[in-house]
């Protein structure tokens, strides 16, 4: 009688609980591409990329590749030059009109007159420079450049370059995999993670992320300065990308295999733009810790952290070696943009992005570059 009892009491849990579950997770796999039209789609190549003429800011809405800018045509204009920038999330802050990308378009048609030259902005969020140089051989080249900019962030590009690691999006989550072991079945991804469980834990996530963000005094800071995260959460990664630039953590090699893998894929990515005669500059992008001494006294003291354990040029440093020892032309940003921060701010509130302010000035750098013709790059000639 006992046995029957417990018989029937776990066949009701597995009809009204397990199997219901089972089949919302059968349903995210098959129904995943008509029920999840978030900003980012799995894409086979590189794990993800951004939806084609998404809805993004102000009436604005992606390219036919997903970039943060306008279409353009694939064949470009007789005698007009063109530009490409490659990048993550830089690329994306201060919307279409407000990016860098933009601002440095307009300072160019002031100077050169209208549509001489083109500006291309072609960065996904969330991505690194092996990530990039994919994007690049698969969208980027279509628009056949005549000069490629590769924006390099030194306070995650370096640590989220894992040569194992592809991102990839399902359901409207964004999940890191070992690309050594990647399943594909009918061209989609199978995880073997509940993706219910991953889709109501990374959802919460983000909602008590903006609650806490807006529940915070920022009464002083006008709409368009305010960052993403909450004080707490952006200390605690910034105190993250920090440990890249602990002396010791890198005399230990700690990073040393990202390094590498990131180090490559730019050599992979000058290589193949000197073989279609591309020019190439790397423009290189400074951490807000490395601007704000304020800030960077905030993050070390909770931590009970030394200053003197820290190098705080070591990424440029590092970078700057390897591409003085292959002949790639860079730009680097950092002390123009410590002596700015010195005037005003550059960087949104409680986050590493730039602000208006230093969007603009990254467009005024980049600007003065090209037409002095630091990298040989003379567009009407």
């Known amino acids: ?25 059968l349903l995210m796999i098959v129904l995943e591409p008509y029920l999840f039209k978030g900003l980012y789609e799995y894409d086979p190549d590189l794990g993800f990329r951004v939806r084609a003429y998404y809805p993004v800011d102000q009436g604005t809405v992606t390219n036919k590749f997903g970039f943060n800018d306008r279409d353009y045509p694939l064949q470009k204009t007789p005698g007009v030059y063109r530009i490409l920038v490659v990048g993550d ?64 962030f030194v306070g995650n590009d370096f640590i989220d370059g894992n040569p194992n690691r592809k991102r990839i999006v399902v359901n409207d989550l964004y999940i890191d995999i070992d ?23 990374q959802k919460y996530k983000i909602f008590t992320e903006l609650r806490k963000a807006a529940t ?52 992979e990515m000058d290589a193949l733009l000197k073989s279609r005669n591309i020019k190439f500059i790397v423009a290189i992008y400074p951490d807000v ?21 820290y190098d705080l040029d070591l990424a440029q440093n590092i970078l700057k070696s390897f591409l003085q020892s292959k002949d790639i ?9 410590r002596s700015g921060g010195q005037e005003k701010d550059l960087y949104l509130l409680s986050d590493s992005h730039w602000n208006r302010s230093g969007n603009q000035l990254a467009a005024d750098i980049l600007f003065e570059t090209l037409v002095k013709g630091l990298c040989n790059v003379s567009p009407l000639q």
């Open 329 to 337: 032309s860079y730009i680097d940003l950092t002390d123009r943009f």
């Open 89 to 152: 999330s830089f690329d994306w802050a201060g919307g279409q009109e407000g990016n860098y990308t933009a601002l440095l378009e307009r300072q160019l048609d002031n100077h050169y007159g209208y549509h001489r030259i083109d500006i291309i902005n072609a960065g996904y969020p969330m991505t690194h420079t092996a990530e990039q140089l994919v994007m690049l051989k698969k969208y980027g080249l279509q628009y056949h450049p005549d000069l490629v900019i590769l924006g390099f």
């Open 179 to 201: 690309k050594r072991r990647e399943h594909i079945i009918l061209g989609y991804p199978i995880i073997f993670q509940s993706r219910l469980l991953l889709y109501v834990k």
């Open 216 to 267: 915070e005094p920022r009464q002083q800071v006008s709409q368009e300065q305010r960052g993403t995260f909450a004080e707490e959460t952006f200390l605690d990664l910034e105190r993250g990308l920090l440990e890249f630039f602990n002396i010791n953590s890198s005399r230990k090699g700690r990073f040393q295999k990202n390094i590498n893998y990131i180090l490559q894929s730019i050599a």
């Open 1 to 25: 009688m006992l046995a029957k009892k417990i018989s029937q009491f776990s066949l009701r849990i597995f009809l009204w609980l397990i199997l219901p579950l089972i089949c919302v997770e």
């Open 289 to 309: 810790f490395q601007i704000d001494k304020t800030l960077l006294t905030v993050i070390l003291e909770p931590f009970r952290l030394r200053r003197e354990d």
